[in-house]
């Protein structure tokens, strides 16, 4: 056991507050991470404020963590003391169902055990996330982080960076398509930047024209503004892939008319009802798909890491103290940050 | 010019009564057809209603004819007078964009020329379907019929036939394979015939436990009521491919959750709003598809009629007169078939 320093919440109308509690011991398989940033997720607001139902509080929310190792248990391969290393939104799973045999962890039959506000499956507790000094995670949820990352700006990669690369290379973007991605927040941007590392010609779609500027900075390509009727006609039917990262119901009818036949839209943003509805007509005339797709499993997040040493990919990110923290939700609440906020852990210590 | 005899809707409340037109020259590349059954498809009665807007009056209904050719024109070389043959929804295309060029005229950028309620490219003239004597078609759009199958029967293949068929094949349904085709009704039934020819392993879903019987005598190996929580619940998360016929607004959320991971659920019959919406949670978690298909291009419609000829199948019919036509509407529209209409069309001689 080791005694954590974090941030809870203790109601979903309570603000964050400082917060002491005892992490489970190493076990043999387990890593022990000292916390060095730790990225604020759209959804730990949702989370705390019980959006979605089932908050267990004290709620300790962040599963966008990046820390250096600093106990590894007698069987651990993967990673020594001094690496610097990753944890996303899991840190459990079954490890044997027909998902998680095929390195997607994420489908988990039994359902993956995430970061926060999931069950230990060692000890039955809830699980507490990353808004702390450090974290105990088992070896196989725990990826090597190059140092030549910007550490702080790599840590919306363990969620937002995952999130979005997960479909890209799930559906084959790459050089020759067309590809947009809809939503100019935490995801669509690194949707922008990893859709151009592969090759692809982006085009950013957005309801705010003022984005345009930041979304070509970015790398997109061109930039559809959704709300123009002649610019959405102008594009009909021309996309090969749509990374659609709106994270509230929407319409997607008009996305789905910006495909070619055959082509799909992924929804990565959204887990509420689309409203209004999908029509029929959207996927029949012209064999369009609508899919979604969650994180990535733990050896594509692996990859993916990777991927952003080699290309030099970090997130946009606005560093603030842990102190700082309930603020930085009111602004992330209004959409008020580019593109997501970092908090720097060593604040934590003060 | 050549005068036919047909039955019309003159609005979209009236019955359908006698009616005598003008069908345009035998052109260079026409066959001018002798209709011998006509099927009756629920989007007769949708479209003489203007249940879609856009009807235009006089209406012949039909778009599931087969006749005898009595008629080539001196370019025509894929069919000689005598000739079975079959028209099923599209009449013409602009044969030279993507789709048309990819044997896909369905999907046609300038929008397939429908066999009724469309507007000829010869002639500008609205064009009119098969509850009438005789047809002129170009004979891209024209497809053989083999002596072997029962014509009458033969007829629904040209739609319901088609609108199954193509996404099956499209969708690589075969053995090893659970699949599961929602609804029972014309295309219902035509989908379980041919996910049984193709090898699956066929699961009837639907909400109506009477008709169990009647879905194993066509080729069902199972039956799943789907207004049971037990049984949609006993088989969540097991099909590789998911037939939706349902031609009305529904709720698709309890369906995407009886497909595996990955696997996709295709809609053919519905063309209006999912309603209530389908979410996010359903696709994202499974990364699981929801797409449509229409109809099916001509060369994949003249692969179906040899197919259907290889392994004897074609629709279960109720034939009738087509003075009977219009309580033979009311019916159909009762669901009080099974499970398609059709006309004898020598009736209309008499």
Redesign the interface.
């Known amino acids: 056991m080791s005694l954590a320093k974090a941030y809870a919440a203790h109601s979903n109308t309570a603000p964050l507050v400082p917060f002491t509690f005892e992490r489970r011991p190493v076990g043999a398989g387990d890593v022990r991470i000292e916390i060095l940033y730790s990225g604020i997720c759209h959804s730990d607001l949702h989370q705390a404020r019980d959006d979605w139902g089932g908050a267990k509080y004290p709620m300790v929310p962040g599963h966008e963590i990046i820390g250096k190792v600093v106990e590894v248990g007698a069987e651990v391969t993967t990673l020594k003391v001094g690496d610097f290393a990753g944890v996303g939104c899991m840190v459990d799973s079954c490890r044997h169902c027909?998902?998680c045999s095929h390195d997607?962890e994420q489908?988990c039959?039994e359902g993956a055990t995430f970061t926060y506000n999931g069950t230990d499956r060692h000890t039955g507790e809830t699980t507490q996330g990353g808004y702390s000094d450090h974290i105990v995670v088992e070896q196989r949820f725990v990826v090597k982080v190059s140092e030549t990352l910007d550490l702080k700006a790599a840590a919306p990669l363990l969620c937002a960076g995952i999130t979005t690369y997960s479909?890209l290379k799930?559906f084959k973007v790459g050089p020759g398509q067309k590809v947009g991605v809809i939503g100019l927040g935490g995801l669509g941007h690194m949707g922008v930047k990893f859709a151009k590392a592969l090759g692809a010609q982006v085009v950013m779609i957005t309801t705010t024209p003022e984005k345009g500027a930041d979304a070509t900075r970015l790398g997109a390509d061109e930039v559809l503004v959704s709300r123009d009727p002649e610019q959405m006609k102008a594009h009909a039917?021309s996309f090969d892939f749509l990374l659609n990262t709106i994270p509230v119901?929407h319409d997607t009818n008009p996305y789905m008319g910006l495909l070619k036949?055959d082509a799909?839209m992924c929804?990565?943003?959204?887990?509420?009802?689309?409203?209004?509805?999908?029509?029929?007509?959207?996927?029949?005339?012209?064999?369009?798909?609508?899919?979604?797709?969650?994180i990535g499993g733990m050896a594509e997040t692996q990859e993916m890491m990777d991927f952003c040493a080699e290309h030099g990919i970090v997130s946009d990110v606005e560093v603030i103290n842990i102190q700082d923290v309930n603020e930085a939700w009111e602004r992330m609440a209004k959409n008020d940050v580019r593109y997501r906020f970092v908090i720097d852990m060593a604040s934590i210590k003060g």
């Open positions: 027909e998902a997607l489908y039959a479909p799930h039917g119901g036949r799909t929804l990565v943003g959204v887990l509420t009802e689309l409203d209004p509805p999908l029509t029929g007509v959207s996927v029949i005339f012209g064999r369009k798909h609508l899919t979604g797709s969650a």
